[in-house]
């Protein structure tokens, strides 16, 4: 340990390093540029993953989408090119499924202009079941979601965005309880909700005002139509076998073909996660191999000037060798002089590329937080992976002083004497 703080061997680090100081120099900004884009390309990376987290929110994940569509094979005495839509009663028959956890019946009824004491605005209605809140859920600043008794009564109540609370309650106050006008109708608004996820949205939720399904099918004409089915399943039911039986569920109902592909648009968010999921890793692999190899390189660098340096010095390592300095102390000394010369330039590395990343979390919050509203994330590398590039660097300038560490220990101390 005394060894380790000696003023004299420090400086004789230093001094055998700032010889040559171009070499030095050169070599240090290739580590540095290695651990820098090492840095930054893992912090994108980071920053990527939890975009997709924010995105998916607390949406399930298997979930199933199905809208209908025109047939296209002939079936029981149907022909094909025939229309069919899906009914409020297919969502209680795929709801009763056991590998289906939720099912829920979306309804759009496009823009219509809402009012209150004066304020006005046009915004998006939806009509919603309410196990849609549990496969999709958005945050619910006030109140609660659209229910079961609304549904089954036919409440005229509604949840709007936060965009329409802003608009229709200027002052910002609990809208719960409050009437709002949408067109001739009068509903009471029960509550305000805010978007949690955006990996899946069929409007946009701060613009959006939410009825239950019943009451849009009512004031809309629709009947027993629902524009879309949404179905969440169980954890351990795969994707494709919640597909198989939700759809062939559908079709019995409606005298479809199951092996008619084109009776129905269907999409597996799950497959979708999976692709997003791969195309991240994908890019973290890239990350490190592009990293890792500009870092090597350095390093190699390293390596090399330490070999250049020992031949240097080949007649001082002779001499301290003839006066009866161990092997452990040259080796010793070889590693400590590649040491300090690539974590300096590591270190350095390290904290620019962190900087960078800060700097890129200011920009990014002025432009997507709080111009736009967006998903508020970060783009900084995490301290677990920090230090893993710092254990890279001790690592490499120990590996990269080994060769020029074996090399002093093989020079005689008469030859090296006799060396000019």
Not at 48 to 65: D, F, H
Not at 199 to 209: A, G, L, N, Y
Not at 393 to 401: E, F, K, P, R
Request: include cysteine.
């Amino acid at each position: 340990m005394t060894r380790f703080f000696d003023p004299d061997r420090w400086n004789e680090i230093w001094q055998t390093i700032s010889r040559n100081r171009r070499r030095s120099v050169m070599t240090a900004l290739s580590v540095f540029w290695g651990i820098f884009m090492l840095g930054v390309l893992l912090g994108a990376g980071a920053g990527l993953e939890r975009l997709l987290a924010r995105q998916i929110g607390g949406m399930s994940t298997n979930l199933v989408l199905m809208q209908s569509n025109l047939t296209s094979v002939p079936y029981k005495g149907m022909p094909s090119g025939r229309q069919w839509t899906l009914e409020t009663d297919d969502v209680a028959a795929v709801k009763k499924l056991p590998e289906v956890r939720y099912a829920a019946g979306v309804n759009w009824c496009g823009s219509h202009p809402c009012s209150r004491e004066g304020r006005k605005g046009d915004y998006g209605v939806m009509g919603h079941t309410p196990d849609y809140q549990r496969i999709n859920p958005e945050k619910i600043l006030y109140g609660r979601y659209i229910n079961e008794v609304d549904m089954a009564r036919k409440r005229k109540v509604c949840v709007i965005g936060t965009q329409v609370w802003k608009d229709l309650f200027p002052g910002g106050e609990d809208p719960t309880g409050k009437m709002i006008r949408m067109d001739g109708a009068y509903l009471t608004v029960v509550g305000v909700q805010q978007r949690q996820s955006s990996m899946i949205s069929f409007s946009d939720v701060e613009r959006s005002i939410v009825l239950p399904a019943a009451l849009v099918q009512q004031l809309f004409g629709f009947g027993n139509k629902v524009h879309m089915l949404a179905i969440a399943g169980r954890d351990d039911v795969e994707s494709r076998t919640l597909q198989r039986l939700a759809k062939n569920t559908v079709f019995a109902r409606h005298i479809v073909s199951p092996d008619d592909e084109k009776a129905a648009w269907i999409m597996a968010v799950a497959d979708f996660i999976e692709k997003f999921r791969s195309v991240t890793r994908g890019v973290n692999l890239l990350t490190w191999i592009v990293g890792l190899g500009t870092l090597l390189a350095g390093i190699v660098g390293v390596s090399n000037i330490m070999l250049v340096t020992i031949k240097e010095r080949t007649q001082e390592i002779g001499i301290r060798r003839a006066i009866g300095a161990p092997p452990s102390a040259i080796l010793t000394q070889i590693l400590s002089e590649s040491f300090v010369l690539t974590f300096i330039a590591g270190t350095l590395g390290l904290t620019a590329a962190i900087g960078v990343l800060s700097a890129a979390d200011t920009v990014y919050y002025q432009a997507v937080v709080v111009m736009q509203e967006g998903a508020d994330i970060s783009w900084q590398v995490s301290f677990g992976t920090a230090l893993e590039a710092l254990a890279i660097i001790v690592g490499g300038s120990l590996l990269a002083g080994i060769i020029p560490a074996l090399r002093a220990l093989k020079i005689k101390a008469v030859d090296a004497i006799r060396e000019e």
